[in-house]
């Protein structure tokens, strides 16, 4: 088993930046991938970032070059920077993880990850 909590969420103007954190406890040992994804009011849940143990990323179309997915091994904890913020990023943000599996992994489809975290808000004001 694996927990997550996120945390970092906040309302911001368009135009700036926010960084969120999710820490991991638990299981969090071998081959893993971890993801960031949003879900706005009526809408689906997207994948907006992955990255796997060995540092491989992979972003949405919407959010390359703007955002921006790390982790830091000693402290088990994944980051998205988010700079450049958009009315349109406006969304609850989740953090997720599973056992790595490339074609899972890069995916960015939420029922492809196994472990997810209670969310944050983010919210973009123009």
């Known amino acids: 088993q694996v927990q997550l909590v996120e945390s970092g969420g906040g309302s911001v103007q368009a135009g700036e930046s926010l960084r969120l954190s999710c820490a991991a406890s638990?299981?969090?040992?071998?081959?893993?991938?971890m993801g960031w994804f949003r879900q706005a009011p009526g809408k689906e849940r997207e994948g907006v970032a992955a990255?796997?143990?060995?540092?491989?990323?992979r972003y949405a179309g919407s959010v390359k070059g703007r955002f921006t997915i790390s982790q830091d091994n000693a402290k088990n904890t994944l980051y998205l920077q988010m700079n450049d913020l958009k009315p349109e990023d406006t969304a609850m943000y989740y953090c997720?993880?599973?056992?790595?599996?490339?074609?899972?992994?890069?995916?960015?489809?939420?029922?492809?990850?196994?472990?997810w975290g209670q969310g944050t808000q983010v919210t973009v004001s123009s």
């Open positions: 990255i796997n143990n060995n540092g491989g990323t």
């Open positions: 638990g299981s969090t040992y071998g081959s893993y991938c």
């Open positions: 997720a993880a599973r056992s790595y599996s490339s074609w899972e992994c890069w995916s960015l489809i939420a029922h492809n990850f196994n472990y």
